[in-house]
């Protein structure tokens, strides 16, 4: 039997910034987790994640991340490690979490 796939998004850092950046629906990046394009099927996840390979000039460290449907019907983290990176640094505030 199939394993059954778990929905992803597409997440990377910015190579300059350092920020954590999300593929969305346009083929560009966005700053939340939320404006991600939902990859609900694997060859879908699979050709994103082709694609942001070929963006060395831009990103660092592409993969693909768990994800759910939230309330709203916008992706929402599935595991506690991404909603750690969704506020940024830890060890100081600075970008998003200055913001927040």
């Given at each position: ?38 990859l609900d099927t694997e060859k879908l996840a ?42 940024g640094p830890s060890n100081y505030h600075h ?6």
């Amino acid at each position: 039997m199939a394993k059954k796939f778990t929905p992803k998004v597409l997440t990377a850092n910015h190579l300059l910034t350092g920020d954590v950046i999300y593929w969305d629906e346009n083929g560009d990046w966005a700053d939340a987790f939320e404006d991600a394009l939902y990859l609900d099927t694997e060859k879908l996840a699979n050709h994103v994640l082709t694609l942001a390979e070929k963006q060395q000039e831009v990103i660092v460290g592409p993969y693909l991340a768990d994800a759910a449907l939230g309330p709203d019907d916008k992706p929402m983290p599935a595991h506690f490690r991404e909603t750690f990176r969704m506020t940024g640094p830890s060890n100081y505030h600075h970008g998003k979490q200055a913001e927040a």
